[in-house]
């Protein structure tokens, strides 16, 4: 593995013990709550049957959340019945998904990236993440988008030459995919966790709370590799779940110009915003690396999993409503979903840049139109190392503190406002980013007041709200 160390630094009285203890709180929890337990085993037992109860609404209810319950209810169905109207395991959806795996492992692995040489402003090829608790920095093969234009381009002239596979072949296997899927998400999971016990990439990054359902599900590793460059959580991040969510759209598009000889502008409003974030994801890889994802939390169930399954089934949704029902949006309603979309991401990148270019030119840059301003920051790493950061108090990061999260779900709101309000369905996303991000943000919060003491606190008098000026 590629890795930058720094060595330990001890003090001069010898007081290691109380940087030990000062230092805990960087990254995720040693010790874990009541609450925080209570939440992990609730999680566990019952996200798989969220996805489930989703799926299963659309194939067998036409996307109603409530005709379920109710026919359970009122006795017209029973939990077996349910059950066994859904499509099984398949083979054949087992073959497909395995071959799918094994193709984003061989982009990952063997095509280095080239697109950065001939592609303006982007940035590819091997990058290095941040620093991590203990002080090491890793080094990474972004190849990302080069990855994804690769896999488009061959679905494409499936689509209008080879003919090898139907368009509508994720959507006619979508439910025995769905137990594919759980059995590559749990599978890693329990690998990473066996791996993090008995042969560790760094064992100085791991953390272990001596709770075994939090190690599980939140990780123990903070960078589980396999040889110099398989890094689990960069390539579950941004391979089979990412790489497949604007396939998976096409396949929705490609199902419903098959059921009703036409495509609603409604699913072309879904297929374009969410390619946008998807391609904005892939050309800002090597920005992603210093994101909360990478840099802060480790690689247990909640990656592993949620990337394999919930990513690819539930934020896709809107596609698949749409195909149940495709809804033909008003010219005025159309047009205020793609505003709201665009307005959103505008924030979103423009938040993102904001932060990357002082990070970059540390400081010595202009953001709207202005000498940026920040507080300084000092904080020691694991290894004793001393280190400083700057926090920036201008442009967006001067009117809340997480802006970017206020554009993103903007965007989010825009994918679930394409389908209409005839159904709640497509309204789950909005709701699970505005919980999600929220509560990123109080995590992440917390983790730099640990980090960084009163000089976070500084911070947070400078810039006093988190996601809506004056609200909150």
Not at 157 to 185: E, K, M, Q, R, V
Request: aromatic content about 18%; proline content about 4%.
């Amino acid at each position: 593995m590629e890795t930058t160390r720094r060595r330990p630094q001890h003090s001069a009285n010898g007081k290691r013990s109380e940087q030990k203890e000062q230092l805990a709180q960087w990254g995720r929890a040693w010790e874990v709550d009541w609450f925080s337990l209570i939440s992990v085993i609730g999680l566990l037992c019952f996200a798989p049957f969220i996805v489930f109860y989703f799926v299963m609404a659309c194939d067998q209810y036409e996307c109603s959340i409530t005709q379920p319950v109710l026919d359970l209810y009122q006795g017209e169905a029973t939990l077996l019945s349910i059950w066994a109207r859904a499509p099984s395991f398949s083979w054949s959806a087992a073959k497909i998904y395995a071959i799918w795996v094994s193709f984003q492992v061989f982009l990952y692995m063997c095509f280095p990236d080239i697109t950065h040489k001939f592609i303006p402003g982007y940035v590819g090829g091997v990058q290095e993440g941040a620093r991590t608790p203990a002080g090491l920095i890793n080094k990474y093969e972004i190849n990302g988008l080069q990855c994804w234009l690769i896999t488009h381009a061959l679905w494409f002239a499936n689509a209008h030459y080879f003919h090898w596979f139907s368009p509508t072949i994720i959507f006619d296997n979508w439910i025995p995919l769905l137990w594919c899927t759980n059995i590559l998400g749990y599978a890693v999971s329990t690998f990473a966790f066996i791996k993090a016990h008995l042969f560790p990439t760094n064992a100085e990054d791991c953390k272990f709370t001596g709770n075994i359902f939090y190690n599980y599900m939140m990780g123990i590793e903070f960078n589980p590799r396999i040889g110099k460059w398989f890094d689990f959580k960069l390539f579950f991040n941004g391979r089979p779940g990412i790489v497949a969510w604007t396939l998976i759209n096409l396949s929705y598009m490609a199902k419903q110009q098959e059921l009703y000889g036409y495509i609603t502008n409604s699913m072309i409003l879904v297929n374009v915003l969410q390619a946008i974030y998807v391609l904005d994801f892939f050309w800002n890889e090597a920005w992603y690396l210093k994101t909360i994802d990478i840099c802060h939390d480790h690689f247990g169930w909640y990656l592993g999993w949620g990337d394999c399954v919930w990513l690819p089934y539930l934020y896709t949704l809107q596609g698949l409503y749409l195909v149940y029902h495709p809804v033909q949006l008003s010219d005025a309603h159309a047009l205020a979903v793609l505003l709201l979309g665009l307005v959103g991401y505008y924030i979103f990148r423009s938040t993102n840049h904001q932060k990357d270019l002082f990070r970059r030119t540390e400081g010595s840059c202009s953001i709207w139109g202005r000498k940026p301003t920040w507080i300084e920051c000092t904080y020691r790493s694991a290894d004793g190392g001393m280190h400083r950061s700057k926090l920036l108090t201008s442009g967006f990061w001067g009117v809340a503190r997480h802006f970017n999260y206020t554009g993103d779900l903007m965007g989010s709101l825009a994918y679930c406002a394409s389908c209409g309000f005839g159904h709640i369905l497509p309204y789950f996303y909005i709701v699970y980013m505005t919980i999600l991000l929220v509560h990123r943000c109080v995590r992440d919060e917390h983790r730099c007041s640990s980090k960084y003491g009163k000089d976070w606190k500084r911070y947070t008098d400078a810039v006093p709200s988190r996601l809506i000026p004056g609200v909150f």
